[in-house]
């Protein structure tokens, strides 16, 4: 989440950033249509609206400007609750790693989304046994950085999983992720002992509650795909692949 990578003498891409690379086509769009809905009512209306049957408010053209990029306050606010949650659970979850009881810690939340999301990792972790082994770590994989949220036990068996509070549903390219950080754990990290599955936790900021997926069946998959979009972001970004050292066979 805004990290930057380097590898000795190189600068590395992101997971996040190869994976939108490859899926995230709408963004563009999403300022075209924006666009379009001001232009239509500026030339469609007299800037008004009934408000509950009973009245009208007029909208300023500059209040029609914010509108127009509205989405992109809305974007970022929805960084920020998933930075804020992040960090609740890192810290949450470094208290267990110390032998620590962490039920009366409070984290201080900005938002209530925020509260919302962390709620839902907590009624989730209640019916399992998660003990980590580290916690935001950074891993490297082929010309490529990450950070991946948690590695540790998960009900007794070694797993990478990754924190979400994005909007349902658990998407693919979230499983295409947390595949590429299993592939990066290294066994001499974890004294030789091999990740044994991975998954997607998706917390959601409305509801409070927690969608698990176990993304342990379809690894070798996932991580075929994060393998082609690799392939495909250094064609089409030549100057980044020279940068990370990418060498095509």
Same mark, same amino acid.
């Given at each position: 989440? /805004? ?142 950085? /990450? ?103």
């Amino acid at each position: 989440m /805004g990290h930057k990578y380097q590898r000795g003498e190189f600068e590395l891409p992101s997971c996040t950033t190869i994976i939108d690379d490859c899926t995230n086509m709408s963004f563009g769009l999403k300022k075209w249509a924006a666009a379009e809905v001001v232009r239509w009512i500026k030339e469609n209306t007299s800037y008004c609206a009934t408000m509950n049957g009973d009245g009208f408010f007029y909208v300023e053209p500059e209040d029609l400007e914010k509108a127009e990029k509205a989405y992109e306050t809305t974007g970022k606010t929805a960084l920020d609750v998933g930075s804020e949650v992040h960090d609740a659970i890192e810290k949450y979850l470094t208290l267990k790693m110390q032998d620590k009881t962490p039920e009366n810690w409070k984290f201080e939340f900005k938002s209530d989304q925020g509260v919302s999301a962390f709620d839902a990792f907590l009624k989730w972790q209640r019916d399992h046994d998660l003990r980590p082994i580290a916690l935001e770590q950074t891993v490297y994989g082929d010309c490529w950085g /990450g950070t991946l949220d948690f590695l540790g036990y998960f009900d007794d068996k070694l797993y990478v999983i990754d924190w979400k509070s994005s909007k349902p549903p658990i998407r693919p390219e979230m499983r295409y992720q947390v595949a590429a950080y299993r592939s990066a754990t290294k066994p001499t990290f974890l004294h030789n002992e091999q990740v044994q599955g991975c998954g997607v936790l998706r917390l959601d900021k409305t509801t409070g509650l927690p969608e698990w997926k176990d993304t342990s069946k379809t690894y070798e998959k996932d991580l075929s795909v994060f393998n082609a979009m690799l392939h495909l972001y250094m064609l089409r970004h030549p100057r980044i692949a020279k940068g990370a050292g990418w060498k095509t066979t």
